[in-house]
């Protein structure tokens, strides 16, 4: 198998580590945006949606 | 600005048909799910000498109907229900609907054909062969072009969380489905996949494992994140930590899909990997059920008279609980001991009974009144239902947690002269008996109590006012320019202070409203979320893939001859792989019991691969030449005529039907194809060669006193391929090969260090 020769020479095995890294980077940058730089109060329009709906319930 | 006022109402009639046909098919799933437990409780339930309704074919049966229909379909309800009220708006089209419906539906009916007939691709959770394959990728494109043409729609600017969750299931399982299915067919009801041994079980688990993440988990996290609020009546407790939740799936849950092959042949950082990330799994998860227990603070005291949340209580409860213990399966040390038992079965059923089970029916019951616009018929019944329920799913996993601590303790066990304690695989089987007949009434009991909601649903449709009144609605269109409300003005600007120049931009930067715009752009939300799926996948798939060192080549492994590789089809077709392992771990419990623990080169001919996942019978790999032939024919015929006491079916239709001749040139083509080296000469006598091994074989069984007349049967082909498993290894190695290959011997031999991994630690 000529094509996994290529990339074997390629130096592939490290390839796993960068994307565990970047992963890991962005989610941490999420977690940093959501919690911390964004006010709790801009999420208080969309923790309403579900409920913003028409009155209802024949129970 | 002059607002428009738009009115519109919603499609409930398509909603009210999944929630109708979750129900059909939930007890569908659930009755073969007790045929099945109740033949391994006492193996006549398979009705011998009937083919179609043994284990191996049932399982799979269960498995699918349970996962595709059962809790597909109510994802489906609670998708078109929860979407379209999010959104203010009807569902993009209502044939789409109709044909998602209708196709989905004619999907499960050929699944439940086809699976009793023996049609399958060996492999679990994904055994429908490739036409239905295909067809299922059509209709979920349909279901796509549904839901985001509903999203084009929309009435309400912000997508909320629950509409994330259902974003990443449909682009996740559009990629897991493409790609493990990827097959070369040879006719109609048979394929292989492109992979082989070590590669198809990566792409295998890989594809279980996120099918587990985003068919069984993102989805009812929608759910969970939309009808929750809605039966409290409250808005969820923390909305930052919903999204963090959401991110963990994406970013985190796709990584950790090697754990389920501790242990076995893969290399040792893959599985590293994939334990420490299902590790990192752990606090969000639990984040996430907190943050649904927590929404029902203040609304406690309505937990004691509304069963549906009781139903949503137990589920998050479960949620909790399954994704405590999966991280935990993930730990070596831990795996060592549960993998291959029925540990891992009791795991699953408590997420599949207690999370996936009762949210669902948590739903339906809160939708039933609003779908025929009637109250509940009867919210006691619903309350027993509850019950029956709990007791159920408690009878269930007790059960089967300690069958599973039970046997992974035996097989570990040695006495004190240091042999198996228990060197006779059968006992280790006959002491989980009782608590095969727990899990009976277990499941009974479940069963029972979802048979009360279908009272209860049809009794509340019978009171349905008719004709059911479509509401309308109404709502503003979506303005096209739309300005955000204006931040606050930064207090680094009002209080005056002297800061850096950098100071104001990185102020500026974040207080920008670039990411909450970004949140509202449905496609590039949805492009972000396939990235981090695909590139997760990826990487953790392509350095297997493509790394030579990671399979050494053993020259000595050669292709199945034409005949063992028609066995090897009755073997995928009979579902052997469902009780049995293909792989020997390397530790001194297997080895001692089973043999030479297995090389990842032994399977580089194995499409598809069959390791398994569960022992309810011993391990196979290294069975070839234990036995003599009439060994496997009497046994094959009659299990407790050689083994009392074993919970095998009996096949002793495999001694009477003909074998299948004319599809090995067929199926060897396919392999060829894959890349399996036969010459064009051994396919065009690929049916004498068999012919001529199977008379071999038919003589020598004569010759040890068994029947005449075997030759052309299945079951000649069956024990040519079982006394072939893992022979390769201890053939004298072909020198001829050695030179067309331009190995090196340094490199063919696999290095046993280097392969197992830190097996033997």
Known sequence: ??????????????WAEIGLVVSFITFAAIVLYVFVIRSRASYEDARHLPLDDDPEIPS | MNVQIERFSYDDAIVRRFTLVTFVWGVVGMLVGLLVALQLAAPVFNFPPLPWLTFGRLRPLHTNAVIFAFAGNAVFAGVYYSLQRLLKTPMFSKTLSNLHFWGWQLIIVAAAV?????ITQGKEYAELQWPIDIAIAVVWIVFAVNFFGTIARRRERHLYVAIWFYIATIVTITVLHVFNNLVVPAGLFRSYPIYAGVQDAFMQWWYGHNAVGFLLTTPFLGIMYYFMPKAANRPVFSYRLSIIHFWTLVFIYIWAGPHHLHYTALPAWASTLGMLFSVMLWMPSWGGMLNGLLTLRGAWHKVATDPVLKFFVVAVTFYGMSTFEGPLLSVRSVNLLSHYTDWTIAHVHSGALGWVGFLVFGMIYWLLPRLYQTPLWSPKLAEAHFWLGTIGILLYIVSIYAAGLTQGLMWLAFDEEGYLAYADFVETTM????????????????????LLLGVNMLMTWRARPRPLAVEVHEAPALARAYTDRPEPISPLVTSGTHVANLAYTLDRFFRTTW??????LPLLFTVMVAVAVIVASLFEIIPT???KSNVPTIASVA?????????????LSEGCYNCHSQMVRPLRAETERYGEYSKPGEFVYDHPFQWGSRRIGPDLHRVGGKYPDLWHVRHMDDPRAITPGSIMPAY??????????ESIPVVMRAHQTLGVPYTDDDIVGGTDAALAQAATIAEAIVTQGGPEGLADKKIIALTAYLQRLGTDITRPEPVAAEEETGETPADAVADPQETSGDGAS
């Open chain 2, 515 to 520: 990411h909450r715009r970004w949140e509202r």
């Open chain 2, 652 to 661: 002793p239709s495999l001694l009477t039907t003909p074998l299948d001749l």
């Open chain 2, 431 to 450: 002491r989980l008996i009782p608590m095969y007949w727990v899990r009976v009434i277990g499941g009974a009991a479940y069963l029972v109590g979802a």
């Open chain 1, 1 to 14: 198998m000529k094509l996994s020769d290529i990339m074997g020479a390629a130096g592939l095995a490290s």
């Open chain 2, 545 to 547: 893939f493509l790394i």
């Open chain 2, 114 to 118: 086809t699976l009793p007939l023996g």
């Open chain 2, 559 to 571: 292709p199945y001859t034409p005949l063992e590789l028609a066995g090897r089809d009755i073997y």
